[in-house]
């Protein structure tokens, strides 16, 4: 079965730094485009960032823009999330997702077909 295990989180002062890795297994990764979705306490879920499966697009949520990087390991079956100058508004449980629409970009987390526990990031300030 297809299996989404994030690693990478926890506890971090505000300006500080976090890599996120979600490891895909039980499928061929390169058939999907790749997402990353974070959810905060009494919040709904929101999304973070998107790649394509050759990495030819990408999109970030605009509060997120020029702190975090998405990118992609094809050969490693991984996808990474590195977050910088991070703030305490960025506090969630993150959790990757998988599309098999592999060429586009999807900002909806019901166009995606699998997903991951989720790791805890935790911003103090």
């Known amino acids: 079965q297809v299996q989404l295990v994030e690693s990478g989180g926890g506890l971090v002062q505000a300006g500080g730094s976090l890599r996120l890795s979600c490891a895909v297994s039980g499928t061929i990764f390169n058939n999907y485009a790749m997402g990353w979705f974070r959810q905060a306490p009494g919040k709904e879920r929101e999304f973070v960032a998107a790649i394509t499966w050759n990495a030819n697009i990408i999109y970030y949520k605009d509060s997120v823009k020029g702190r975090f990087t998405i990118s992609r390991d094809n050969a490693k079956n991984t996808v990474y999330l590195q977050m910088n100058s991070l703030k305490p508004e960025d506090t969630a449980v993150y959790s990757c997702?998988?599309?098999?629409?592999?060429?586009?970009?999807?900002?909806?987390?019901?166009?995606?077909?699998?997903w991951g526990q989720g790791t805890q990031v935790t911003v103090s300030s």
């Open positions: 997702a998988a599309d098999r629409a592999r060429i586009r970009i999807e900002v909806r987390a019901g166009a995606y077909d699998y």
